[in-house]
């Protein structure tokens, strides 16, 4: 609402195949401003143009399927960010786009942080946009903070083998590889928490202490904290 909102994964999921996009806009501003209707539209019409769409008013009658998959995305944004919140928590907000498309909405959601003061949580797997993106990073596994850091000390430093093991997937084209890396095994189920280390049964470095004991989050370095007993 007015503090925090929220971009979900899917805009075809999230957004109602019954009603207009217009409606559902303005529906989401009066939902958290006391104002008339023709001033939720008005608000509704100016936040589609910030967000990059054109002939704003002749969309507001469009249903969802009838509009784009980035621009399914971009009317998000634009119901997410027209109260003006102070956190904007974006869940995979590029996971179903197209690279161009994806390009473009961090791209707008860049300039929206700068030009509405509004702090940013994003929730990715994506690590090509946390280094695009992000000023800080917390690595989470199984449900527990295992590494946090600002994002370039990350990259360059990292001291959890979860994070190490994330970093090492990525496919670089200055290698050759028979095969890509893997982090072999699977998360824990949550009621099957393994004991100590949660990521012990998938760490090629672990030791009996990780199978015994669960580290706690400690500091390394300047602003840099990971829960690892070997870090």
Known sequence: GNDISMIFQEPMTSLNPVYTIGNQLVEAVRAHRNISREEARSRAVE????????AAEQNMRSYPHQLSGGMRQRVMIAMALSCEPKLLIADEPTMALDVTIQAQVLELMRDLKKNL?????????????IAEMVERVIVMYAGTIVEEAPVRTLFASHRHPYTEGLLGSIPRI?????????????VP?????????YFHPRCPYATERCRQTAPTLRPIGENHTVSCHLA
């Open 174 to 186: 200055d290698e050759i590889r028979d095969r890509l890396y893997t982090i072999q095994g699977s």
């Open 117 to 129: 003061d509004t702090s940013i949580m994003l929730i990715t797997h994506d690590l090509g946009v």
């Open 47 to 54: 936040m589609l143009r910030t967000v990059g769409i054109t």
């Open 189 to 197: 189920h949550p009621s099957q928490a393994p004991s100590g280390c």
